[in-house]
């Protein structure tokens, strides 16, 4: 537990306070004076010196002293000095404030820049920085506040701080620790399906603004419904057999209006003039088949002999080629014996002059032409028989050539002479006959030709004319009469049309009359299903809303349960104060506040001064134990109380007192000092 103590505490020209020494050497005082003598000056600048700031929280009070114009004393310097022991240790702070003159280059006269403020540790000259860290090392200022004022809590901090504060010192009280204090609020899990008690509450609130909504708008709308049902007193069956009467007559001139228009009438005309038309092919058709079949047979005949006769001079001219190779051939015959004889008789007198071709010896001589001496007889000899055999030896050997190519000649000749033979005879045994023969069969087909021709001519100018026979000359006129028949139907066509669809036209009028009353039964009846959905919808709703109040209500009984749980704890806390942290409005639900009760008496309506202080005072001895520090209680007004409550720390009461027109310092139990 850190305890703070004063020790003394120094004023010189602070707040109309020209010189004051409070020495209270860590006991309890009580500090004496008139109205207006300074008392609660003395904690405005203890409050000053640690947290810039007096006894109401203002950091804007006026610190320099007046004159009694009320114009400022120029030139002082307002100061405060504490002296504390802090666990032990003694801590000297110190704090003047004061105005800041300058003189500027040129001036004779200085000139005011506004004030400053000094700021001193232990007799330590230290920037602002370092004496507000000096501060929050011995005690924050919200809690030093709460710790040495018994009016703060309740008159300086707002509800939901001081809530909060309560809740800190006694800790809060889970959902599920209150569910399960009570069987009766097991449900609330089901209902609640993970979300928060708040969330849930604000879910059901938005669902029932808006059942409420519907249910507000249902009762207008079912009127509204009630007002638009039409009074209808028709027969619905009635009606329903005359639409369908109206719908068959319609039908009805909607075929007519088809058959018109789509010329029923008119096609029958067009398939009888088919007919007729047909009629009338057939009669020609069987007309020019009994007048002309003689004509056709004469034809069918003549096509047949044309056929004979294109025959029979393809067999000529195949019979003609032939004859043309084989004359041909015997030409080429004949010229290649021809020729062959002219060669062979050559060969022959070649022949001739070579066998009477006799040896003559040229060199018949009986020297060397080498060496010119005369040669031995015998080898003379020798010389002119080998020269007589080479010489018989070759004309035998030409003779044997022209012999063999003589042979060859005529054995070619033989064989084209055979050649011959044998084409002619072909030529006068087969071809030359044939040829007479196929002629004449081409005269004798040409002449039958020639005569059916003739016959076919006589036959085609005899056929009668169709268009003076008497069944012709009816169909045609049959076929004029249906073709005026038709022009004139196609003609009153569309006056016909018109006069279907005017009589379609007011029947449609006539139905669509019928379908409008039916129609509002219809409306009428769909509006009393409308009326008995919404009745339905309302008694749905309400169950719901019914559903939404069992919930809410089962919310608030768990609230209230928690507020009974948690105001007991948080009571427990205290000695003297109580509090109450919810209130009930009017239509049952709970709003969370945070007032501060002695013995039932609210402190803000009908508390007396003395109650205040003391439950005060026994609100800073539970938040002295819950933040662990002891400091000095500063008590204003403190003669309302005769008797204050057991505090562990210092005390000092400024109270009132009439003849004191200076403040005077009274250490506890009873010591007695004027104050200077």
């Given at each position: 537990m850190k305890k703070i103590e004063l020790i003394v505490m120094k004023l010189r020209n602070f707040k109309g306070i020209n010189q004051l020494s409070v020495d209270v050497k860590r006991e309890n005082a009580r500090i004496y004076g008139d109205n207006a003598t300074g008392k609660t000056t003395v904690f405005d600048a203890f409050l000053w010196l640690l947290f810039d700031k007096d006894s109401n929280n203002d950091s804007k009070f006026a610190i320099q002293t007046l004159t009694g114009s009320g114009h400022k004393v120029h030139n002082l310097e307002h100061t405060v000095e504490g002296t504390f022991l802090v666990d032990g240790i003694e801590v000297q702070l110190k704090k003047i404030y004061k105005e800041k003159w300058t003189k500027k280059r040129g001036q004779a006269q200085k000139e005011f820049g506004g004030y400053t403020t000094d700021h001193f540790v232990d007799d330590v000259p230290v920037s602002k920085k370092e004496y507000v860290a000096k501060v929050e090392s011995i005690v924050q200022e919200d809690v030093f506040k709460l710790l040495t004022s018994p009016t703060y809590f309740n008159e300086n901090v707002k509800w939901q701080d001081r809530r909060n504060i309560l809740l800190a010192v006694c800790g809060?009280?889970?959902?599920?620790d209150v569910i399960a204090s009570d069987s009766a609020l097991a449900k609330l899990n089901d209902v609640l399906s993970g979300k928060s008690i708040e969330d849930m509450k604000k879910i059901i609130a938005s669902k029932k603004r808006q059942i409420n909504d519907e249910l507000e708008k249902i009762p207008v709308r079912i009127d509204e419904i009630h007002k638009m049902i039409p009074e209808v007193l028709v027969n619905a069956e009635a009606l329903k057999a005359k639409v369908e009467h109206l719908e068959t007559e319609i039908n009805g001139l909607k075929d007519q209006r088809y058959t018109v228009t789509n010329g029923t009438a008119l096609l029958d005309k067009q398939h009888q003039m088919k007919e007729l038309e047909m009629q009338l092919n057939d009669f020609k058709?069987?007309?020019e088949a009994d007048s002309k079949q003689e004509i056709y047979k004469l034809q069918t005949r003549i096509?047949?002999?044309?056929?004979?006769?294109?025959?029979?001079?393809?067999e000529i001219r195949m019979n003609d080629m032939e004859k043309d190779v084989a004359e041909r051939e015997i030409k080429e015959c004949e010229l290649a014996v021809t020729k062959n004889e002219q060669v062979m008789s050559e060969l022959r007198t070649e022949y001739s002059k070579v066998r009477a071709t006799e040896f003559i010896h040229e060199y018949d001589c009986n020297e060397c032409p080498t060496c010119k001496q005369s040669l031995p007889i015998d080898q003379v000899e020798a010389a002119r028989n080998e020269a007589l055999a080479q010489f018989n030896e070759q004309r035998t050997a030409k003779l044997a050539l022209i012999n063999d190519k003589g042979k060859a000649l005529a054995s070619h000749n033989a064989h084209f002479n055979e050649k011959i033979k044998v084409i002619n005879s072909k030529l006068e045994s087969t071809l030359t006959p044939k040829s007479f023969e196929l002629n004449d069969k081409l005269a004798t087909a040409e002449k039958e030709l020639s005569k059916f021709n003739e016959k076919l001519q006589q036959a085609q100018s005899t056929v009668p004319d169709i268009t003076e026979?008497?069944?012709?000359?009816?169909?045609?006129?049959?076929?004029?009469s249906v073709n005026e028949e038709i022009a004139k139907m196609k003609l009153n066509a569309n006056e016909v049309v018109?006069?279907?669809?005017?009589?379609i036209c007011e029947l449609e009028q006539e139905k669509q009359g019928v379908n409008a009353e039916l129609g509002q039964l219809v409306n009428a009846e769909n509006q009393r299903k409308r009326i008995a959905e919404l009745e339905a919808d309302q008694k749905r709703l309400a169950e719901e809303y019914e559903e939404l109040e069992g919930n809410l209500f089962l919310i608030e009984t768990f609230t209230r349960k928690k507020v009974e749980m948690l105001t007991e704890r948080i009571n427990s806390k205290f000695k003297y104060a109580r509090f109450k942290l919810f209130e009930e409005q009017v239509n049952g639900g709970l709003n969370e506040v945070c007032e501060t009760l002695y013995e039932g008496v609210p402190y803000g309506?009908?508390?007396?001064n003395a109650a205040k202080i003391n439950v005060g005072l026994d609100i800073i001895n539970t938040l002295s134990a819950h933040y662990g520090i002891l400091a000095p209680i500063f008590v204003d007004n403190a003669e309302a109380v005769t008797k204050f409550i057991d505090v562990d720390t210092q005390l000092i009461s400024l109270v009132v007192s009439e003849k004191d027109k200076k403040l005077r310092v009274e250490l506890d139990p009873i010591e007695l000092k004027e104050a200077m």
């Open positions: 809060d009280i889970s959902d599920e058709r069987t007309f096509q047949e002999l044309q056929g004979n006769v294109q025959i029979i001079k393809s026979s008497d069944e012709y000359k009816q169909l045609t006129n049959q076929i004029h018109a006069e279907i669809d005017a009589n309506s009908g508390l007396n």
